[in-house]
């Protein structure tokens, strides 16, 4: 079967960093992606990782290890706006494929 | 980023009625579209994967001639759902890819559908 787990709410306050966690298992991977969704709206793209290690981009980093079937999204210098939901997916297969999409993690970001 | 529109935004209509939602790649051409579905506070689940050319592929549970999906173009996918029901009142995502190498998709905005 397959299974990705994420936590579903965090907090955090303006100015710090926050890190979630994505754990998944798979019958296939083609890599993992990170998107981010506010209430009401279509998720938005933010990473994708497909070989192990750290990707960084502005405020946001994503982390890959395939090994452990582990990735994590950090986000520094928190913004009011970057309360929203964080979707991990991952990918099983060839381009075309569809993503598998983990519950989500609703992060609340207050001042 | 790739631009993916959907349309309607939001829809409300009588129980028994059908409805059509468009999803189109704007600035790119989708071989493949995805289709899926968001009750409140739950994550995306896929209902289908749609083919230009071809029948689509749906997942289990999903009614294939309740959500009729039909891939006209490389540009455009569209999802009917049939005969809607209260419990069909969900927001339907679409998304398509670009990338060669990778499964990166872009979203549509959604459509939020409510069936009365």
């Known amino acids: 079967g397959q299974n990705i787990d994420q936590p579903t709410e965090m907090t955090a306050t303006e100015g710090a960093i926050v890190q979630i966690n994505c754990t998944y298992q798979?019958?296939?991977?083609?890599?993992l992606f990170w998107y981010q969704q506010h209430a009401g709206e279509a998720p938005t793209f933010l990473s994708y990782?497909?070989?192990?290690g750290l990707e960084e981009k502005g405020r946001f980093s994503s982390f890959l290890s395939r090994s452990k079937g582990y990735s994590y999204l950090l986000l520094k210098e928190l913004q009011m706006k970057d309360s929203a939901s964080y979707l991990c997916?991952?990918?099983?297969?060839?381009?075309?494929?569809?993503?598998?999409f983990g519950k989500g993690t609703t992060l609340s970001v207050s001042s | 980023g790739a631009v993916v529109s959907q349309h309607p935004s939001w829809v409300i209509c009588k129980s028994g009625t059908s409805v059509k939602i468009e999803c189109r790649s704007l600035d790119f051409q989708a071989t493949t579209m995805f289709w899926y579905r968001q009750f409140p506070k739950q994550s995306l689940m896929l209902m289908a994967t749609?083919?230009?050319?071809?029948?689509?592929?749906?997942e289990q549970g999903v009614e294939k001639d309740k959500f009729l999906i039909n891939h006209a173009s490389l540009t455009l996918s569209t999802l009917t759902v049939t005969s809607a029901h209260p419990e069909d009142s969900s927001f339907y995502i679409c998304?398509?890819?670009?990338?060669?190498?990778?499964?990166?998709?872009?979203f549509g905005p959604g459509t939020r559908l409510t069936v009365l």
């Open positions: 997916a991952v990918s099983k297969g060839q381009a075309g494929t569809a993503l598998i």
């Open positions: 998304s398509a890819g670009r990338e060669v190498r990778t499964d990166t998709q872009y």
């Open positions: 798979t019958s296939g991977f083609n890599g």
């Open positions: 990782n497909v070989l192990d």
């Open positions: 749609s083919n230009e050319g071809s029948k689509a592929t749906y």
